[in-house]
Nanobody, 123 residues
Framework: QVQLIESGGGLVQAGGSLRLSCAAS????????MGWFRQAPGKEREFVAS????????FYADSVKGRFTISRDNAKNTVYLQMNSLRPEDTAVYYC????????????????WGQGTQVTVSS
């Protein structure tokens, strides 16, 4: 069973940066499409970014394009989300997700979810 553990969340001022990490265990990480979703209070969970198993292709929500960067290190079984130019509207719980093979932007496409890490951006 694949386990995903996020870290790196916290409180940051608007315009600041954070890097989230997600450590995977229990599976062959290099075979998994990985991604990040987020959920703000009172809102639906939304797609943020994803990356193919090789790291060769990345996908972003329009709201974070140009500010966030997803990457992975298959040797370390870890996926990252570098978040720059943070805005108060980026405040949410961020979830790491994974699926063997390929996946898209729908939450239901992913088989594995982490517990989430809180990101709070103050204005």
């Amino acid at each position: 069973q694949v386990q995903l553990i996020e870290s790196g969340g916290g409180l940051v001022q608007a315009g600041g940066s954070l890097r989230l990490s997600c450590a995977a265990s229990g599976g062959t990480f290099s075979l998994y499409h990985m991604g990040w979703f987020r959920q703000a209070p009172g809102k639906e969970r939304e797609f943020v970014a994803s990356i193919t198993w090789s790291g060769g292709s990345t996908f972003y929500a329009d709201s974070v394009k140009g500010r966030f960067t997803i990457s992975r290190d298959n040797a370390k079984n870890t996926v990252y989300l570098q978040m720059n130019s943070l805005r108060p509207e980026d405040t949410a719980v961020y979830y790491c997700v994974g699926k063997r093979g390929l996946a898209g932007t729908r939450a239901t496409a992913y088989d594995y979810w982490g517990q989430g890490t809180q990101v709070t951006v103050s204005s």
